[in-house]
C-alpha cells in the first residue's frame, strides 16, 4: 500500500509537472505508463485485500478461487511501453510495480492454479481405488 501512495503522490505532484515538459511521444507513453502502473497496483491491492479477508474470516477461501477475485488484466499488468524519454522516477516505480505484481503473480498461480492441479486425483490412484472398491480390499 505503500506504492500505491508513493505513486498517487507521484502522479498527483511532481509527475504531473514532469510530464508537462516532455515531448509529444513522450508525454503519450507517460499517459500510457502511469494508466498500466495504476492498473497494476490495483490489481495487486484488490488482490491482497482478498486474501486479507480470507485470513480474517470475512470470506470463504473457496471463494477466493473465482475469478473475480483473481488477478485480472494481465496482458495490460505484465506488457512493458517504451520507458526511454521517461521521468527516472516513474520509471524507478515501473520497476518495483512490475516486480510486485510479478511476485503476487507467482503466488496467485501457486495458490490457486497449482493448488487446483494437485486436488486432482492421480490418475494411477483412482484406478487403484477403483479396483479396491470393486474387490472389496
Known sequence: MDLVEETASYL???GRQASKLLSRNAALAYAA????LTTRLM???SWLLVQRAVRE???PAD????DRYRLAAEDVCRAT????GLPHELRGLLDRSERLYERVRHLDKRMYVEGDAEAA???????QDRL????GT
Not at 33 to 36: C, D, F, Q, Y
Not at 63 to 66: D, H, I, K, S, T
Not at 132 to 135: C, I, M, V
Request: proline share 6%; with cysteine.
Open 33 to 36: 505508463e502511469s494508466m498500466r
Open 132 to 135: 479396491k472398491n470393486a474387490f
Open 57 to 59: 474470516g470475512d470470506m
Open 12 to 14: 498527483d505532484g511532481s
Open 81 to 84: 511501453g517504451e520507458g526511454e
Open 43 to 45: 490489481q495487486v491491492a
Open 63 to 66: 471463494a477466493a478461487c473465482e
Open 121 to 127: 486425483p492421480h490418475p494411477v490412484l483412482s484406478q
